[in-house]
């Protein structure tokens, strides 16, 4: 295998590596190292099936169901289906308007993501160009640039994270088929506490864990303060030196550090241009300070 560093911020290509063949042990070291260092690894021309990539993401850890899968690949209900396309009788088959806006997924959980896997089933051409691309910020960069003094007053802190924020700024939106949660959803995903600054368990470096899609406040702080802090930080978020996007190609498998990077979908194509992605959410379940020893 080859690790194509992209140069920028974020972003690998890694060459040479047919993900139907099951990982060796140093193989998945390099590529859990790879995925810390880079943020964002992209595997080209991928033809694996759904078992198969089900099963490359199940190296990396468990894989979630979501509380909220109305879409999967038959059998596979932690293989969810994220697209804009419908079945011959205009039945959706997948989530049409999933993580558009920045977000981390997964933080409104107790039990955090290690990564997000997408493979690329169709991608909108336009003019001989991709569209729909996935943007990524940087959080080790953006953890590193803060103020001396923000980073002391952050240190030791915790944020209220509500998956419900999203939902509703999503459901909100004109056109969206978002209904509102139910109590039992409520009661599945209640508000959590996360740490601002994490360490990140690959790099054993510092990261800036909060993002505008899912974080409410600062806890224990007054809430104007609180906020004058979040709209700082989200906004440091958006610096441009911190920002990779990613521009698809049919085929791609897309792997991404969901502690490290906080992403956003940009959804700059029409319901006639055809995007299909199956995707698994991969949660942070393993040892992996030890595995990328
Ligand atoms: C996700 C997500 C982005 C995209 O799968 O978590 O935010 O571009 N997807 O589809
Ligand atoms: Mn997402």
Redesign the pocket.
């Given at each position: 295998m080859q690790i194509v560093p992209s140069g920028q911020t974020l972003g690998a290509r890694i060459e040479g590596l047919d993900l139907a063949t099951p990982l060796s042990d140093p193989d998945f070291r390099t590529l859990l190292r790879a995925l810390g260092q880079f943020g964002v690894l992209c595997f080209p021309k991928q033809t694996i099936d759904v078992p198969h990539f089900a099963a490359f993401g199940r190296r990396f850890g468990d894989l979630e169901i979501n509380v909220a899968n109305l879409f999967h690949e038959p059998g596979f209900p932690e293989v969810m289906i994220?697209s804009n396309m419908q079945d011959a009788a205009g039945k959706p088959l997948g989530l049409n308007d999933?993580?558009q806006g920045w977000?981390t997924?997964m933080s409104y959980s107790k039990d955090i993501a290690l990564a997000?896997i997408?493979h690329a089933q169709r991608v909108p051409i336009r003019h001989g160009q991709s569209v729909?691309e996935?943007q990524f910020r940087n959080m080790h960069a953006a953890y590193d640039a803060l103020p001396d003094s923000l980073k002391d007053r952050l240190e030791g802190r915790t944020a209220t994270h509500d998956f419900e924020k999203f939902w509703e700024v999503m459901r909100l939106r004109p056109g969206s088929g978002r209904k509102p949660l139910t109590e039992e959803q409520k009661r599945r995903k209640p508000p959590v506490s996360q740490p601002i600054v994490r360490t990140h368990p690959i790099t054993g470096r510092k990261i800036l864990y909060a993002n505008p899609g899912y974080t409410m406040w600062i806890d224990g702080m007054d809430r104007h303060e609180s906020d004058l802090i979040l709209d700082y930080l989200f906004r440091h978020q958006e610096r441009a030196d911190f920002l990779y996007a990613h521009h698809w190609q049919e085929g791609d498998v897309l792997i991404w550090d969901n502690i490290g990077t906080v992403?956003n979908?940009v959804a700059d194509y029409l319901p006639d241009e055809p995007r299909y992605?199956r995707?698994v959410q991969v949660m942070a379940t393993l040892d992996y300070a030890k595995l990328a020893a």
């Open positions: 994220l999933a993580g977000h997924d997000n997408l729909g996935t992403h979908a992605m995707r």
